[in-house]
């Protein structure tokens, strides 16, 4: 439930009860240490699950999706959605010479991987904001300023709303795009744009807005014109990876691993593996997500599951 005692107490349990093996998808990752101490004293291996466990060097391995690769793949969709580059990110013909304005958005501090995030998308932005293509008007440009804190949406919607207000002339002035690195962050950012009268939809001015997860509700504002993009991960890929990573372990052998030099949560570098991410457009709804039965289309329709 999104509850950093209730965990503690749970992996405390686990641990109590003779848990051979842990894989812990951490809610804050540094929250940990008393429970991974215990478990390596114990001589229990532990898999941390999509998000790192950090400052700990009783992390045996890591499972997620390539997260540098999220945020350079967020930085492509926002291109490509201002006209700037195609969906590859090749320089379009006929891309428009700017200035265009922009805004950031990082997720919460105390993830691991919203650095990644923000810094693949920085790095792949980096060149249209040198050259002056790009500008962050309200210069809220480092990820402590753009941070939001355990991926809020509500305090998303409010750093908005009050950036509208100083730098935006409460909407009255050109916003061409926001850099969301989540879902629930580009709703609520969605969400303070319509209010200050962008939109509703990208064809009316609302600015391309990018996302993460490929929640629901998210999907159904793709496929309604509102959100440009989000980025899916799979999670039956991952669930199936962090299995032959257990099974693995479980029977003496080393876990395969295609990631041993990024990872390193500050006392070690966790050895990985990391899934491929797909980008998410209106145009790839009925192929990618429909068409592998992540969702229905009448899900789709409705932006809820069944």
């Known amino acids: 439930n999104d509850d950093i005692p209730t965990q503690t107490q749970q992996i405390d349990q686990m641990i109590t009860n003779g848990a051979k093996i842990l894989v812990i998808a951490s809610i804050d990752g540094t929250a940990l240490s008393s429970q991974l101490d215990a478990a390596g004293a114990a001589n229990i291996p532990v ?32 291109l490509y959605g201002l006209g700037l580059t195609d969906k590859d990110g090749n320089k379009a013909a006929d891309a428009p010479k700017g200035p265009l304005n922009i805004e950031l958005f ?14 693949g998308a920085m790095d792949t932005l980096k060149p249209f904001i040198d050259d002056g293509t790009l500008v962050i008007k309200s210069g809220q440009t480092s990820f402590d300023q753009a941070a939001t804190l355990r991926w809020s949406q509500e305090a998303a919607q409010k750093r908005m709303e009050d950036i509208l207000t100083s730098t935006y002339g409460g909407g009255t002035e050109p916003l061409a795009g926001v850099l969301s690195p989540f879902d629930g962050i580009s709703r609520g950012i969605i969400t303070a744009l319509q209010g200050a009268g962008y939109g509703p939809t990208i064809a009316d001015g609302l600015p391309v807005v990018t996302g993460q997860d490929a929640e629901i509700a998210s999907i159904k504002l793709i496929n309604d014109g509102v959100q440009q993009s989000t980025i899916f991960k799979d999670t039956r890929l991952l669930a199936d990876q962090a299995v032959k990573t257990v099974e693995s372990i479980g029977s003496g052998k080393e876990p395969e691993a295609n990631d041993t030099k990024t990872y390193d949560n500050g006392v070690k570098v966790v050895p990985s593996y990391l899934l491929e991410v797909q980008t998410i457009y209106k145009d790839n709804i009925e192929s990618d997500i429909i068409g592998s039965g992540y969702y229905t289309a009448d899900e789709v329709a409705a932006g809820v599951t069944k």
């Not at 999509?50 to 793949?73: C, H, M, P």
């Open 47 to 78: 898999v941390s699950y999509d998000r790192l466990i950090r400052d700990n060097e009783n992390v045996d391995f890591y499972v997620s999706f390539d997260n540098y690769k999220v945020g350079v793949a967020q930085g492509k969709a926002l």
């Open 106 to 119: 990082a997720g919460s501090p105390d993830d691991n991987n919203a650095g990644f995030f923000f810094n």
